[in-house]
């Protein structure tokens, strides 16, 4: 069975970076599409990014700018980097893979925005 891990989230002030990973056990990786979602306390998940198999790539519209998705097929490996982070960037951060009938989350990583 395909496993997605994500790391790299934390504690981060104001107008910090952070980036996080995601790796997937899988032989072809590079066929999956790959996306980046986050839930908010008492909120909806929502859709943060997405980048395909060909590399392409989608944000939601109010994360354009700062967020940046991008993966390493060689190393099984996407990634979010995340600049200037805001309090309401506070979320768990989690990773889904897709390929054909395989559609796998991770466990998601805390992110914490405070001073």
């Known amino acids: 069975q395909v496993q997605v891990v994500e790391s790299g989230g934390g504690l981060v002030e104001p107008g910090r970076s952070l980036t996080l990973s995601c790796t997937v056990s899988?032989?072809?990786?590079?066929?999956?599409?790959m996306y980046w979602y986050r839930q908010a306390p008492g909120k909806a998940r929502e859709l943060v990014a997405s980048i395909s198999s060909d590399r392409t790539t989608n944000y939601a519209e109010t994360l354009k700018g700062r967020f940046t998705i991008s993966r390493e097929n060689a190393k099984k490996m996407v990634y979010l980097q995340m600049n200037n982070l805001k309090p309401e960037d506070t979320a768990v951060y989690s990773c889904n893979a897709r390929y054909r009938s395989v559609n796998q989350w991770g466990q998601g990583t805390q992110v914490t925005v405070s001073s």
């Open positions: 899988t032989a072809v990786f590079s066929l999956y599409d």
